[in-house]
Structure formats: C-alpha cells, structure tokens
C-alpha cells in the first residue's frame, strides 16, 4: 500500500495580536505593579518570547483584594441576580465569537496542539461560563437553603495545564453565586487570563468584580493568605494544597475548595471492546501530553488480554503524531515548561532505575521547546515510584490484575483520589466497580470526558470540594 | 511521625486521687450495690486502657462517681484500625439496613431512659425534667437521622445532563473513618448529635467522649453493641482531650475530623494537623451550640464525597 504523508496543517498565527507587555488586571483596567517586577512568558515549543507580564507583588496583591472588596460592597452585591446573570451570559458570547483566536493563544502559551484547545478546552471554557450564568438568579432552588448568600472576595489560583478552562470553572461559579474574585493563573501560562480581562472590559463588567494577577508561587500564596480574601479555590499540586489548607487552619475562616493531584487506575477487563478501550488508553493519557490531574496514568490491565491490549496499544501509539502545537494534525504537543519536563525525567529514570520496562513509539523530538516522547512502562510493581507519583506527563505505568477484587485494590492503593477508567461489557460489573473506586469520578468505557453540569473533584488527598453542577455551587456560597 | 507544636507524646497531668474527698454513691439499705466499670470501646468490645490508666469523674458537686478509662495514643490507634476494619462492611450496607439499626438504637435507647436520666443528671446536674428533656431529644435524633439514611443519596444526589450520549450521574458517598470530639458540655445529647450524622452515611467513628462527663457516652456503648450497630462502626475513647486529639487530627487513615468539643486554641492546632492528609475537618462556626434545636443537614455532608459516574449511552 502506498504511504500517505501528513502535509503540514499550521493554524495561523495572524489572530492573536500581543502587547509587548502587560500589567495587571485590578479595578477594570490594566495597571503598573507597585512592588513586583516583569517576567518573560514564552512558547514552550519553540522557546520564542511571546510578551513580559508582571509578577505581581504583595502590595499588587492587596490592591487587587481591595478593589474586589470595594466591587463586592458597592456594586456587584446589589445587583439584581438576574442582571449578573446576563453579564456572564455576556462573557459567555464574547469568548465565543473569539474562539479561534483564544485557540490559538492557548496552544502558544501552553503548547498543547490546537486540535484540543480549539474542540476541547475553549468549547469547555465557554460552556461554564453559559451554565453558570443561568444559575445566577435560581440559587434559590439549588438547595442550599432559600436565600444562599454569597461569601465575599474569593481568592483564586489555577493551574497550566488548562489555562482558560481552569479559569473558567473557578470565576464562573463566584460570579453567579454573587462573589467579586481575584485570580492569580500559573506563571507560565498567563496569556489567555489576560486576555480574558480584555473581555471582562468588552463585556463592560463593572471593575472590580473580576482582578487578574499575574505571577508565581509566592504572589499566589500572598493572595492565598490576605486577611481579606474569604474564599480560596486551588487548582494544583497536592502538595501546595496542604500547604494552603495548613495556612487556611487558623486565622479568619475562609472557605477552602482544593482540586489537587491523582494517579488514576484506568481498568480494563478482558471482555472490554479492546480497539475502544485502547483509544480510552490513548485519551487518559496522552490528551495534553498527560498533564492532566485526572488523567489515567495507571493502566490495570487484566491478565488474559494483557498481551493482547500492549500490543495493540504500542500499535496505536506508533501513529501519534507529536510536533508543532498549532499543526491540526498534532496529537501531542509541547510539555508546558523545562522544569515540568526535568520532573517527568527524573520520574521516569526512576522507573527505569527501579527495573521497570521503559518504551517509547520511534518519534523524532523537536531542537528546540520542551519535548517528551509517549512513553509506556510494563514490569510495573505497585511499589515503584512511577505508580505511586503523579508524574503530569505522558507516562503510563502497565500493571495487570486477575480479579475485579484486585483491580479495585489496586486501584484504591494510593493517597489520592481524583478519578478512574472501566473498561468492560457488562453492565453491573461497571457499577460494581464503580460503587467500589474511591475516586471522585469514574468514567465507564470512556474518559477524560467534562462538563459544566458534571461535578469534579476527589476523595482523599485529591482534595475536597466539587466543581461544576448543582454541588459546584456550594463551594461559594456561605452555607 | 513529624513533631508538631502539639507534643502529643507528653504524659498528660492525671487528676490527683482526692483521697477520700469524693464520697462514692451511697449504696441502697440491707445491699451493697454492683458498681459498673467504665471501659472503653474498640471494634465492639470492651477494653481497658492498654496504658492500665484511668482518672477519677465527680458529678456536678465533686462527689465520686467512677473511675474512666485514660485512653492512650495505642488505644486511639487501635481504634481507628477497628473503624477502618469496619467501613467496607457498614458503608457496603444498604442504607435501609443502615436506618433500621439507628432506629434499633433508639428503640434500646428508650428502654433505658431513667437509667440515662440519672446518669445526665448525675453528670452534668441537671433537675430532673431536664434531664429527661435531654434524653428524649438523644433518642429523637437517633431517630431522625434513622430516617435520613435511604433519603440523602436522593437530596443530594444528581442526574446531570452533561452535552453527549452518556448518562451521567453524582451520589454521596461516605468519607471514611471519622474522628469525633464530643462537645465537653452535653454528655449524651451532645455526643448524639456528632456520632450519628456521622454513621448513618456509611462512615465509621472514633469518638472521643465529653472528658469532664464521659459517663453517659459510655453507658450509651452498651446500647450501641447490642442495637446490631456493626464492631467498629461506633469506637468510644475517653481521657484527654488535648492529649488523645492531637493523635486523630495527625493520624494518616482518619479521613475527616470533628472539632466541636475541642478548645478553640487547639482546634487550630488539630486542624493544622488534619491538613498532612488533607483530612475533612468540620469546625462549628458557634460555641455554645443549642444541642436540642433540630440539627439540619451539616453534620451529614461534612463527612460526604460527591461521586460522579460517567456511562456512555448507545446501541
């Protein structure tokens, strides 16, 4: 059979128009730091400047907490619910008509291919924001109670591997359950946040309501830890989360919501659809180079169909195309920054230390960027560090299972808790399994599947709160 | 086992024998009556502090009442492996079944209520109608939150109708293994009131009782073990607080932690502790809490995951 080629799919570009360098987001406009400094923010492909933003500092901090005060108490607490509704419904249609553009800026800033942010994330993000705006004035009847009030200033900081979905989940609800936010996005990944200010001002929401604050670790945990923040909402690393819920345990109450790591078990039984199941493999893993909290980096395979599902799984990932982040055809794009790829190689050198089988489909990996080609251990042990740590890349670590009582064993052997994949035919060993995962969400032959209706977040050390539907609600609101 | 600012390993102070000041219960005429011991309650027996401690209880004039046990940092962990053991069992149950035995300890409850009378009057000096008032309400809210059992799932369960061909759908689940401090000031009614939002769900308990009147909890184990309330659902520790505590909030297989009968400067410290693990913790936003006002549903979610089950829908 003749072989057909890939001829290259570049999305443009020419959409997105940078500033050189942007300031923070405080009170309706952008405005100059008062003790922080600039740092550059780059294409993790290729390594390229895209802008210098600020990394704000303690006093930005609290400029930004005030003025969400002040929007809080003066405008946004007395406005009618259905009119904050239509502000968000608002935002809703803006970020739609600038899907393409929010697109392409995503899969620059962040890396991942424009296949995912373009029919994935943005989709997602606008989808939040449309099914939080019609909860707005119907709280009433979400049932907390018959006049659920808001809870104040929330403060927000939220992760890089989905920029503006992140986003989204975390300003969406505190908005439509009546709370001014101050968001803090990752250092890395600040351009679509900003952006998203630029629509807060299409959208002529009042100023104040939403604050944007660009920088790294200490500026989230001066916002984390201000006195006058009364809800913190965390999106990240387990590790941060029990920082924060340690320093959220004295003091003022403030509501904590923690969305944090996950090793999660994807199992797949012998009378699974093996061709569905192995592209559910593909999909829990590899959807944006595993830099997923949720994604299903734990492969329980059972035994009898073991060689069966490697094979065919090897065969599979032979056919990924991993390259340029705006190529249509990409299906794995950039690992986000040096610093997470130096993590996902210390993570599997151990692997490969601790005497599991290493292997990676032929991929040629670009000069320049921050590149990780998929990557599959078998002969994995449940001790070994590369089933035990979230390593957020694409790694999955093989182990296999004769019974569903193992499988459920395994698959609950880990402090975390954030989801899990069942792969089968029959219908009560799904809910079997499922009443039996200890995880937050189980996705039933699929995964990695989200929506705004479905609540998300984990059992155990993955966090506590939910975010998304009716329970999302309550994480902002004082009840 | 990291040092905290807690210092939990030190030997708490023990109440000094008042050496004859606390006159015991004056025995009926012409019988010298059966005194109980109060132990302790561990995977639905009845032990001893493994440390052989046990400190003094007065009523509300000082006068002798029993000897409890002084639970240790041992006991306490071997209650938690005795909740642990439980939570497949309890939390696998039907939650008919789960109501029918909360039910079951009302019913037991409420054959004994001069006995658990006396003893609250005893303990906490209550008058007489008080008291009765106040075990009424215990055994009320056994049954109240007997009845939530088979109706939580559908108050605060979903479907959720998520944009594709699959049936999608969120229940509560219970958290774990939950550890209970008892309020200090309302023996029976109070412990009620924390133990049982806290099971009906399917969650297990490691419950350590009011310090100054552990009593009634204690009596209250004996309905427990014979309501078909599981080994283990329901563990009773007494002793002292600041000491027995500060082992719950850090211990690693304690999923959520009540802190209502903790004093407010330690309550920080215990939280603290509770976030290595990322422990539940539900901390009262109000101190002196009307315990026979109705309860609501708080105590309940506390101690509830929210799980989301994705199904794809297709021929």
Partial sequence: ????????????????????????????????????????????ATEEVLAEVTEAGPADVDRAVAAARQAYELTWSGLPPRERGKY???????????????AVLESLNNGKPIRESRDVDIPLVAAHLFYHAGWADKLEYAG??????????????????????????????????????????????????????????????????????????ETGRAL?????????????????????????????????????????????????????AVEG??????????????????LLVQESVYPEVLASLQRRLGTLRLGDPLDKNTDVGAINSAAQLAKIRELSDAGEAEGAQRWSPPCELPVKGFWFPPTVFTGVSQAHRIAREEIFGPVLSVLTFRTPAEAVEKANNTPYGLSAGVWTDKGSRILWMA????????????????????????????GYGREGGRHGLEAYLDV | MSDTALSPGDEPPVTPRKGGTARPPVDPPGRIAVRKTYKLYIGGVFPRSESGRSYEVTDHQGGFLANAALASRKDARDAVSAARKAFAGWSGATAYNRGQVLYRVAELLEGRRAQFAAEVRAAEGLGARQAEAVVDAAIDRWVWYAGWADKIAQVRGAANPVAGPYFNFSLPEPTGVVAVIAPDSASLLGFVSVVAPAIVTGNTVVALASERYPLPAVSLTEVLATSDVPGGVVNVLTGRTAEIAPWLASHMDVNAIDLTGAPPALADDLAVAAAENLKRVFRPRYHDQDWIQSPGLDRMLAYLETKTVWHPAGT
């Avoid at chain 1, 959409?15 to 987001?25: N, Q, W």
């Fill in chain 1, 1 to 44: 059979m003749p072989k057909f080629d890939y001829a290259p799919a570049p999305e443009s570009r020419a959409i997105v128009s940078l500033r050189e360098s942007y300031g923070l987001f405080i009170g309706g406009e952008f405005v100059s730091t008062i003790d922080g400094r600039a740092f550059k923010t780059i294409s993790p």
């Fill in chain 1, 88 to 102: 968000l419904f608002r935002i809703a249609r803006i970020v739609q008509e600038r899907a393409r553009e929010l």
């Fill in chain 1, 144 to 217: 907390y109670g018959p006049d659920p009030r808001p809870l104040g200033v929330a403060g927000q900081v939220i992760p890089w591997n989905f920029p503006l979905l992140m986003l989204a989940w975390k300003i969406a609800p505190a908005l439509a359950c009546g709370n001014t936010v101050v968001l803090k996005p990752a250092e890395t990944t600040p351009l679509t946040a900003l952006t998203f200010a630029e629509i807060c001002q299409q959208a002529d929401l009042p100023p104040g309501v939403v604050n944007i604050v660009t920088g790294a670790g």
């Fill in chain 1, 224 to 276: 984390v830890e201000h006195p006058g923040v009364d809800k913190v909402a965390f999106t990240g690393s387990t590790e941060v989360g029990k920082q924060i819920a340690r320093a959220c345990a004295t003091g003022p109450h403030k509501k904590v919501t923690l969305e944090l790591g996950g090793k999660a078990a994807n199992i797949v039984f012998e009378d699974a659809p093996i061709d569905q």
């Fill in chain 1, 281 to 298: 493999i593909v999909n829990g893993i590899f959807f944006n180079q595993g830099h997923v909290c949720c994604a299903g980096s734990r």
């Fill in chain 1, 435 to 462: 009443s039996r995962l200890r995880a937050g969400v189980v996705w039933a032959n699929t995964f990695n599947k989200f929506d705004p209706t479905s609540p998300f977040g984990g059992y155990k050390e993955s």
